[in-house]
């Protein structure tokens, strides 16, 4: 969560995912659901090569519903599997399981045809800061961790959790870094929480939400702060969200921090509804 991405960084991180990756047949990519696309890393596919993969949409207890079943299309629509989880809903996690048992056993019949034995297919973990991959990998294991060689004096080895008989998983994930191509996909990022709030203007984070939400989601604005939907003056919103929510410095003006502070609370913790904050139109 910390992490600041310099180049050095994203070159160790690189490597770090290319060389667990030779233990594995394939690959569970976990992106925000609130966020699919800026949350996904454009180095992954090259460092993937002819690995497969599927894509799992997390936190999708905060985001749109309807977004989501709009963007697990486009994902399938790109012949790449793609599943939404709330890591609390047991059925959730036993959908990603199923899935996951799904795409190892397509390696092993591939095996199988070039005359290997089957084993047990092997999956790691792979997203960028905070997107929930320790959570996910929790759940999945479920107290099934299979310790080898970690001993002191033996070599450390890789740990697998053996989530069923036929589906092993890594139990550390390969950290991913977030892309910054485009100042939109950073504002994003911001506003979920992945990247550090200091890196960016909370206030301009803020305000890319805002405006964001008074195209999408101008119901939500208008109930959690009575804010007009023909209010286009950010310093309008700002002073009504403000004064609405007793945001004030000691003389009675309005902190502008403290309603940026207040916003992305309500949107992080999805008291401002169910929000994505990107579609797959947009892409
Ligand atoms: N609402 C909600 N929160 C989730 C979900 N999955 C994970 N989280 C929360 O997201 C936060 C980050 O989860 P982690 O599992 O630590 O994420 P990570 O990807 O391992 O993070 P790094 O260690 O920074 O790389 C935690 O507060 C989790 O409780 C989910 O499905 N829904």
Known sequence: ?????????????????????????????????????S??????????QQKSKMIVLMKKDLADARQTEKWIAYFREKKIPAIAVDVNNKADIKNVIQMAKELGQ??????????IQPRAARAMIVGIPNVGKSTLI?????????????????????LWIKVKKDFELLDTPGILWPKF????????????????????????I??????????????????????DRDMDDMLEIFNTI?????????GGNISFDKVA???????????LGNITLETPEQA
């Open 242 to 250: 403000g004064k609405q929510r007793g945001a004030l410095l000691s």
């Open 206 to 227: 803020t305000a890319f939400v805002i405006q964001y939400m008074q195209v999408h989601y101008p119901v939500q604005l208008e109930e959690r702060y009575e804010i």
């Open 1 to 37: 969560m910390t992490i600041q991405w310099f180049p050095g960084h994203m070159a160790k991180a690189r490597r770090e995912v290319e060389e667990k990756l030779k233990l594995v047949d394939f690959v569970m990519e976990l992106v925000d659901a609130r966020t699919p696309l």
């Open 138 to 158: 929790n759940r999945l294991a479920n107290k099934k961790i299979a310790k080898t060689g970690d001993r002191p004096g033996i070599t450390k080895q890789q």
């Open 181 to 204: 191509e485009e100042e939109a996909v950073g504002y994003r990022l911001a506003a979920i929480g992945t990247i550090k709030d200091q890196l960016l203007s909370l206030q301009d």
């Open 106 to 115: 397509e390696k092993m019949d591939k095996l199988l045809k070039k005359g």
């Open 39 to 48: 949350s996904q890393n454009p180095m992954l596919q090259q460092v993937l």
């Open 261 to 271: 502070e207040i916003v992305l609370r309500d949107l992080r913790t999805g008291r």
